[in-house]
């Protein structure tokens, strides 16, 4: 029996909106990787008082090296399941592929830049390559092979950067290892460009906007899940401390609120935008990047909870607020972007809630006087969910008696 071509692209209107059971499945395996991310971030803060501080920014650089490299793993897998049919056999081999791949990255992660480097970066470059490559081989129509020809040349030109990388010591390694990062989005960005064989124009790929704007969603959910299970881990060890009570406390009303903000609308009609979008892969495509700043400012805000349950009382240091009052902050900027893409406006209340986080850095220092005596991790902690309920509160208020706002997508 002849396996049916899968060029069929998902238009709006046809194939299944929802996401499938294997995608689902792939997307466990992140619950895990951001575990790791946040385990190894967490080492290099936790222990910033023995390191310089130049030691910490060093290591905080190279955890979020390998969360983009996992990143564009996901992406890649969650763009091609949105453009074609994601339960055709050679699609699901593809998730699974990317399914293993990003597995053992996660598991390489602790150690990737001394003995596993080679494992995580083998890893991406399969799974990278085998993408394009399958694409390749099974679609028919010319111009859908013309730019998983380009996609395969530019991964496996990457490809040698990442092994050669592996190979090398540590900061060679970075290098490699970020100019090849920096060279696939690059390509992402300007359509692929290939000697001879030229750029792809954006605005012309095919995606089914509703099945891709879920899985944005659901991958920002799996982050609001790792900091959940980073919390309740963390105060699992010593439940029994008023202190470490509050601030897993915090941490669960600072995901409360995280959530909260995020569906307060635009979260809830990502789809509809898309679909409406005179083109839906330029809205697409700006939608991966906002959902990226707001997933790492999650992420942040994952590992600074994690400090104050751990340090609840102790001395703050500038890259613990970095993460407890910058994570926040983070996801803030990215929440303000996605407004725009979904409505062409942006709150206020975005932009006053990221200046009071940004101003509270400096106040909670332990170098102020006037705020030494109360300059704990856990004060921290309890502002920023403070300053997320007032964009919590100033959402509901605009909302209030209001019809559902439509989406006004200015792309």
Known sequence: MRIPEPAALLHPGSGPNRATFLELFFDLVFVFALTRISARAFEDLALEGGKTGWTAVTGGG????????????????????????????????????????????????????????????????????????????????????????????TFSMTGVLWLAGALLPTDARVTLW????????????????????????????????????ERYQQFFLVALGETILIAGLAYSRAPDSATRTAAFA????????????????????????????????????????????????????????????????????????????????????????FEYEVFGRVSPSRWVAVLVLLLLMPLLKPAVPLTAAIATPLVAAFAAPLVLLGVAVADARRAWGRPPEEAAPPF
């Open 250 to 337: 915090a941490a669960l009303l600072t995901t409360v609120l995280l959530w909260r903000i995020y569906v307060q609308r635009a979260g809830r009609i990502l789809g509809e935008a898309v679909t409406r979008a005179a083109h839906p892969a330029t809205i697409g495509r700006s939608a991966a990047d906002t959902h990226l700043v707001m997933v790492i400012g999650v992420v942040a805000t994952a590992i600074g909870y994690e400090l104050v349950n751990e340090h609840p009382t102790g001395h703050n240091q500038v890259g613990w607020l970095a993460m407890i009052l910058g994570g926040p902050a983070f996801f803030l900027l990215g929440r303000a972007r």
């Open 178 to 213: 970020t100019l090849a990062l920096l060279l696939e989005y690059l390509a992402s960005r300007f359509g692929w460009p290939v000697p001879v064989l030229g750029r792809s124009t954006v605005s012309r790929w095919d995606i089914h906007g509703e099945h891709l704007a």
């Open 62 to 153: 190279k955890t979020l090296l390998l969360f983009l490299a996992l990143w564009a793993v996901w992406q890649g897998t969650a763009w091609t399941t949105s453009r074609y049919d994601p339960y055709h056999i050679w699609l699901q081999v593809i998730v699974v592929v990317a399914l293993v791949g990003s597995m053992v990255m996660a598991v390489a992660i602790p150690r990737a830049f001394s003995s596993t480097g080679l494992a995580f970066a083998a890893a991406y470059v399969v799974v990278q390559v085998s993408r394009p490559a399958i694409l390749l081989l099974t679609l028919r129509r010319l111009q859908h092979r013309r730019l998983k020809l380009r996609m395969l040349i």
